[in-house]
């Protein structure tokens, strides 16, 4: 069904989810004769930096994913943020529906790294659209959504910000091999440190006095 249209009309926090999650509305339409019986979607996002402006704090943050500014022209490529399957169900004519997408707070995730450097403003997303649309007036014409059907959204900052601040307020999170975790377990144990924060805080500390820093 070539004639399929999409678009995004606006993203939100999910308050309910089991853990961070932003939910997109899309809009789906199909010529006012077609009966469409369900489309089975894939629905792949995509971050699209070079398509906003960033402070200074913004981009001493951001360097370690592209580079200096100097290399923009060339490093501020797309980021894969998520990809979705969404079931919509039979409508005529026009239809809207949730896509509801998991976020990570990973830190060692490009696109969790990227959230995290922006003190505001908004996110420019690509949406791409693929799967399978049922449609026809008796029965089931089954034919591909085209690759080339897209959409795109400028999501506020905040909308992730309140995504993950719902389950995981100050905080942030780093993938360690096991090795080291287990260093980090034997130094808490050896210490009696009360947590993670503190066994952290105290390695910190440590490093500060053998650098000479005050």
Known sequence: MTALGFACTGVRSD???AGP???????ITA??????HALALQ?????????RPYGEAEGERL?????GRERWATTLNPIQFASVPLL??????????DLAV????DLEVACARYFRALDGGEVPLLLLFSGTAFAGPGGFQVTPVPWDKEARVRMPVRVWREAVDQHFPGCGWLRLPED?????LAHRSRRALPSWEATVRDLLATAAVGEGVR
């Open 15 to 17: 308050p309910y989810a």
């Open 21 to 27: 999650t932003l939910v997109f509305r899309l809009r």
């Open 31 to 36: 010529p006012a004769d077609t009966r469409v």
């Open 43 to 51: 629905c792949q996002l995509r971050i699209e930096p070079a398509r």
């Open 63 to 67: 360097g370690d994913l592209f580079g």
């Open 88 to 97: 919509v169900p039979g409508f005529t004519g026009e239809t809207e529906a």
């Open 102 to 105: 998991p976020c990570s707070y």
């Open 180 to 184: 080291v975790m287990d260093q980090l």
